[in-house]
């Protein structure tokens, strides 16, 4: 189902119903601690992005003693075979090409399905969690959403409609532009939140119409 498309309007009114929320502040740290970039071949890399996605509601459960850490190695694996196919660091939403989505799109699909959780029920990644750590590793190119925004917009979770995700907000970052007559670097200042990534201000504006209309959730997030 789709939605209006936002204007700078409706995205500058998102960005500002989050400012310094818990999440942004565990997103500050999980910058701070994975310095210069973050780098999933590293373990402590690893964790760092476990403890971020379970800040961000992921509930992911930590392995407990004589448990296989299936996270661990799971992401390790996942970014040893991926880690060339995502779009490049400096890519930015609006920027991305058919090709570089559909090998984003790829690789979601297999991180998703990635044993993440130990157990009598072992638990893969998910979808959302996917999203969001795709999103962390990438930030300036891929959106993250979670299980309501991906049913509002596009009636599933699987690997064609996180690549339809992507080329509409490829498409919204493209009309933002536009709108606002400046390149897209500088539209975060345009929308009042300078330092705050195009893909992220775009995930706030779905929260809103999707999520936050569907369920009532005013918790807070980032």
């Not at 789709?2 to 700078?8: N, Q």
């Not at 509601?57 to 996270?71: S, T």
């Not at 705050?196 to 918790?219: F, I, M, N, W």
């Amino acid at each position: 189902m789709s939605i209006v498309g936002p204007d700078l309007v409706s995205v500058r009114a998102a960005a500002a119903e989050f400012p310094g929320t818990w999440a942004d502040r565990s997103s500050a740290t999980l910058i701070r601690v994975t310095a210069p970039r973050i780098d999933p071949a590293l373990a402590g890399h690893r964790q760092a992005l476990l403890r971020w996605l379970n800040a961000w509601g992921c509930r992911l459960r930590y392995p407990v003693a004589g448990e296989p850490d299936l996270f661990d190695t799971g992401v390790a694996a996942w970014w040893s075979r991926w880690h060339n196919g995502l779009p490049a660091a400096q890519i930015q939403l609006g920027e991305l090409d058919d090709n570089a989505i559909l090998q984003a799109a790829q690789a979601y699909a297999e991180l998703a399905a990635t044993p993440a959780v130990p157990g009598r029920r072992p638990r893969s990644l998910g979808p959302t969690a996917a999203a969001k750590m795709l999103h962390a590793l990438r930030p300036d190119a891929l959106m993250p959403w979670d299980r309501a925004i991906a049913q509002r917009l596009h009636g599933s979770r699987d690997a064609a409609a996180y690549a339809a995700h992507q080329r509409l907000g490829r498409r919204w970052a493209r009309q933002l532009m536009a709108e606002a007559g400046v390149p897209l670097a500088e539209l975060p200042a345009v929308l009042g939140r300078p330092g705050r990534q195009v893909a992220k201000l775009l995930d706030d504006y779905c929260y809103l119409v999707c999520t936050r209309e569907s369920t009532g959730d005013r918790a807070a997030r980032g």
